[in-house]
């Protein structure tokens, strides 16, 4: 099965809206990473998270290692938001294993 | 300009053709990868390279290498391209497990 699972997969907000995105994991991560691909294909760095929480402008994200899952939050979502969001655990094998989940399909609308 | 670059952009050839994608990376990272992104979004990790130790190959066929000439540099060659081997593959490089990511070369095989 799917060793990151990202919901939902797909999301239409309103401009101005607020909305949370979030991973679980089937494996033992120890960070997590959430980017933005926009519609040209460029995967931009959200966030890097060891267990806590970040905040970036808009965007704030947690990461909880013992409950196994992410989430990303959006507030005050603008057109630029849109596109694909994908979240990606390190996996605690002792090398540098990264497993993204399936990304939500962001689309902002006016 | 400090980031990843990659060449080509995009790159349509036959099959059983050999070909080679050039990843760089002027972000002082030691660590670099190549990534698949299939028609469908997912993205695998293929490779991570540490110093010109490969770290992690994800059962990658064996028509797929890693060439690495310094730590700035991750090149991915294809011996014999097969028709599923069309897809994105996107460069990333890190130091603290922090990825970044280049553009991406678009690989179609007729």
């Known amino acids: 099965g799917d060793k990151v699972k990202q919901s939902p997969s797909a999301l239409s907000l309103q401009e101005g809206t607020n909305s949370a995105l979030r991973c679980n994991f089937s494996i033992a991560a120890t960070t997590v990473q959430w980017f933005l691909q926009n519609p040209r294909g460029s995967l931009m760095n959200l966030f890097y998270l060891v267990p806590g929480t970040k905040e970036n402008g808009r965007l704030k994200s947690a990461f909880d290692s013992k409950e196994s899952y992410s989430t990303l939050h959006i507030r005050d979502a603008q057109l630029e938001d849109s596109g694909t969001y994908f979240c990606?655990?390190?996996?605690?094998?002792?090398?540098?294993?990264?497993?993204f989940g399936k990304g939500t399909s962001l689309t902002v609308i006016p | 300009e400090t980031a990843v670059f990659q060449t080509p952009n995009y790159h349509v050839t036959q099959v059983g053709n050999e070909v080679s994608f050039n990843c760089k990376q002027t972000?002082?990272?030691?660590?670099m990868y190549w990534y698949k992104q299939d028609s469908k979004k997912l993205l695998k990790i293929m490779f991570s390279y540490n110093n010109k130790q490969l770290i992690v190959n994800e059962t990658v066929p064996r028509r797929f290498s890693p060439q690495s000439s310094d730590k700035a540099h991750l090149n991915l060659r294809i011996k014999s391209v097969e028709p599923e081997d069309s897809a994105v593959y996107l460069c990333?490089?890190?130091?603290?497990?922090?990825?970044?990511f280049g553009p991406g070369t678009r690989l179609t095989v007729l």
């Open positions: 990606a655990a390190e996996a605690d094998t002792g090398y540098q294993n990264f497993y």
């Open positions: 972000l002082g990272h030691d660590t």
């Open positions: 990333a490089s890190s130091f603290s497990y922090e990825q970044y």
